[in-house]
């Protein structure tokens, strides 16, 4: 049954309050469709009753399950390949040199989705510099959605999952056969630590970041979200830190307090000469 103009005003306005996530006019098919599958999960007849339980109680589980039905989780290992290698190559060595009298390290994925982000830095930290076994290294993941946090936690995917975007030598090296799946191991998944963290919401106490990746996240919030995210981010980034975005998002309009540190390196950014000085 199509969902009517009057339900997807109500979805719309759920999930912008609740996670920033813009609904344009034009998604109704998709949203019906999530909010089809949730009713069927949740051994609910309609999406009409599933919209009765929420309006009964709009602060309770079901809103909580009604935004995580809408978040876009795509993800992949080492997704879009080079910002991973301009970590390896650029940025890590660089923050191994700076760090080297403290010997600390904080890292910060959010809106990790299913954990293949997180967990292929950590997979990256473990092959490429040993010498962090050494170091007080933290590697903070978080996302909104429970339900992908602990999917995340338990560090299991797919034989699709595993093919795509992880190298072979990683599987065999850091992956046992669970079932039909694969799991990472248990010394990877105890590199990261997974929290519930809604961007659009008042953050919690962050170590001051090194790394902080934030992509593929910015390009679905609207613009206001967008600017308030950017200087909380430029609040808990080091001066001298780095900040991934997504390969399609850009500063432009957004923070005048970042610029881009590689042509070739689509959105990694740095605060400004200028800004390093007043950081807040």
């Known amino acids: 049954m199509a969902i009517s103009s009057k339900q997807f005003d109500l979805i719309r306005t759920?999930?912008?309050?609740?996670?920033?996530?813009?609904l344009e006019p034009g998604k109704?098919?998709?949203?019906?469709?999530?909010?089809?599958?949730?009713?069927?999960?949740e051994g609910l007849t309609s999406i009409n009753d599933l919209l009765r339980h929420f309006c009964a109680d709009?602060?309770?589980?079901?809103?909580?399950?009604?935004?995580?039905?809408?978040?876009?989780?795509?993800?992949?290992?080492?997704?879009?390949?080079?910002?991973?290698?301009?970590?390896?190559?650029?940025?890590?060595?660089?923050?191994?040199?700076?760090?080297?009298?403290?010997?600390?390290?904080?890292?910060?994925?959010?809106?990790?989705?299913?954990?293949?982000?997180?967990y292929s830095i950590a997979m990256l930290l473990r092959e490429c510099f040993p010498q962090l076994a050494q170091w007080n290294v933290r590697l903070i993941a978080s996302d909104l959605s429970r339900d992908l946090l602990g999917r995340a936690r338990e560090g299991k995917f797919t034989q699709l999952e595993v093919n795509r975007g992880l190298p072979a030598t990683f599987l065999v090296r850091y992956f046992r056969k669970c079932g039909p799946d694969w799991q990472i191991q248990k010394e990877i998944r105890n590199m990261v630590d997974f929290q519930e963290i809604n961007l659009a919401k008042p953050w919690p106490a962050l170590p001051r970041l090194d790394v902080?990746?934030?992509?593929?996240?910015?390009?679905?919030?609207?613009?206001?979200?967008?600017?308030?995210?950017?200087?909380?981010?430029?609040?808990?980034?080091?001066?001298?830190?780095?900040?991934?975005?997504?390969?399609?998002?850009?500063?432009?309009?957004?923070?005048?307090?970042?610029?881009?540190?590689?042509?070739?390196?689509?959105?990694?950014?740095?605060?400004?000469?200028?800004?390093?000085?007043?950081?807040?």
């Open 14 to 22: 759920l999930v912008q309050a609740e996670s920033a996530l813009l």
């Open 58 to 118: 709009p602060s309770g589980e079901f809103g909580r399950k009604i935004v995580e039905a809408m978040l876009t989780s795509e993800t992949t290992f080492f997704r879009d390949v080079r910002p991973f290698a301009f970590l390896k190559s650029t940025v890590l060595p660089d923050l191994v040199a700076r760090r080297a009298t403290d010997h600390s390290l904080n890292l910060w994925c959010a809106a990790s989705s299913g954990g293949q982000e997180p």
């Open 212 to 280: 902080i990746f934030m992509r593929n996240v910015l390009i679905y919030l609207d613009s206001e979200s967008r600017k308030q995210i950017l200087g909380r981010v430029r609040r808990v980034l080091k001066p001298d830190g780095y900040l991934f975005l997504g390969s399609s998002e850009s500063m432009i309009n957004m923070n005048e307090g970042f610029e881009p540190i590689a042509a070739d390196v689509n959105a990694c950014f740095r605060l400004r000469e200028s800004m390093q000085s007043v950081h807040h």
């Open 28 to 41: 109704e098919y998709l949203v019906e469709l999530r909010l089809n599958e949730l009713a069927n999960q």
